[in-house]
């Protein structure tokens, strides 16, 4: 086996927002073994290494020395199946979406909610990622991950993984796992999530009455394709900020102020609310700073025209939060990580 590192990769093409940046040395690792080698030639060389995915919730903000090591491990199976209870796994390089269609294919129920989702398997336990009403949490099992700090390979299940809204112990701890494959619990037949966003008035306008969960995947996938910029043709990472939780009784004073600032029950005593509504109503959809805005449809999502650089966006998402900050009295945290 012999890795095929290489030096001076530019990262354009493995990142969404599309901006340059070069990674001192790169390799792609399709297997355990593969991955276990480069660590070990990064240690002997003394590089830093940064893993990464589809890269789809990255932002370069500079070139990255030592070592990018891209997870491209392919595998996927169904592990067992017991009175229509399905587990699944899929290796950590999976592209995230053809594995939904691929469950849904297999007449499995669970991950419909989180099509179209763009990035690898791996990356989702990261920040647990969720859309229309659904976690990875939901429907997570059990993940095999390298420690890095001792180089043994361990099997998490969903308490350890410490999930939270867009956390997980894997964004606590970064640098240190390196998620190989996950586990997802499925079903042949389970409730349909229907009631988070305009799911229902989406199959409703398409005259079905008793959806299927590819149903619920379609729709889901024309909602998403409407909304969101394909990265294809516009730079971007998605939501580039978290929803914001705040106390209560900050949500209700904000509210008195502002009654059209949709907030959300988060918690005993928390309420989450909407960045991209205090984003909007604090002036910046639409905005462009040269080569890098905001979304013109959705203010949530910060763009690359063509040529913008990480650090532009880094400079453009820094006013956002100041301005948020200033007119609201919310803080915005970032949901990309930030290289
Ligand atoms: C148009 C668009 C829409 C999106 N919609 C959503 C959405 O609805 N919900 C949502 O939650 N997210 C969404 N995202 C964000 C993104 O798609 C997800 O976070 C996705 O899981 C990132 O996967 P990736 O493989 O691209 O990860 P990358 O961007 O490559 O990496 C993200 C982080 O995970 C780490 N990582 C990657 N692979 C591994 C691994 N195997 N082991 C350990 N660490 C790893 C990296 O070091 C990095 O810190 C969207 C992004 C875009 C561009």
């Known amino acids: 086996m012999s890795l095929n590192v290489q030096r001076a990769v530019q990262l354009a093409p493995f990142n969404t927002f599309g901006v340059a940046a070069t990674a001192e040395h790169f390799v792609q690792v399709h297997s355990d073994a593969e991955l276990v080698e480069a660590l070990a030639l990064a240690t002997e060389r003394g590089w830093p290494v940064q893993v990464i995915g589809g890269g789809s919730n990255l932002l370069l903000s500079a070139d990255v020395p030592g070592l990018v090591v891209r ?38 129920v669970g991950l419909e909610n989180l099509s179209l989702i763009p990035g690898t398997v791996g990356a989702a336990p990261m920040q647990n990622v969720g859309a229309y009403g659904v976690e990875v949490k939901d429907v997570f099992a059990s993940l095999a991950a390298l420690d890095r700090h001792s180089g043994e390979v361990h099997e998490l299940a969903g308490e350890a993984c410490a999930f939270g809204y867009r956390d997980s112990v894997f964004k606590q701890q970064p640098g240190r796992w390196v998620i190989l494959r996950v586990r997802f619990a499925l079903a042949r037949q389970a409730p349909l999530h229907l009631d988070y966003g305009p799911i229902r008035e989406r199959l409703a306008l398409l005259g079905i009455e008793q959806p299927t969960a590819l149903d619920v995947s379609q729709a889901i996938c024309a909602i998403r394709q409407e909304k969101l910029p394909d ?69 949530l999502v910060l763009v690359n025209h063509g040529g913008g650089t990480g650090q532009q966006v880094l400079a453009l998402a820094q006013r956002i939060q100041a301005s948020v900050q200033a007119r609201f009295g919310v803080s915005l945290e970032m949901e990309p990580n930030l290289l």
Do not use: T
């Open 231 to 299: 990265p294809a043709v516009l730079g971007n990472a998605g939501s580039f900020f978290k929803n914001p939780v705040v106390p209560a009784a900050q949500a209700e004073a904000l509210k008195a102020r502002y009654p059209g600032l949709p907030s959300y029950p988060a918690g005993p005593g928390q309420a989450k609310l909407a960045a991209g509504w205090l984003i909007d109503q604090a002036g910046w959809r639409g905005h462009r700073d040269g080569a890098v805005g905001v979304h013109v449809h959705q203010a």
């Open 71 to 108: 997870m491209a491990s392919l595998g996927k199976r169904i592990v067992r199946e017991e009175a229509g209870q399905v587990l699944v796994e899929a290796c950590a390089g999976e592209p995230w979406h053809p594995f939904v269609q691929w469950s849904l294919a297999q007449g499995l």
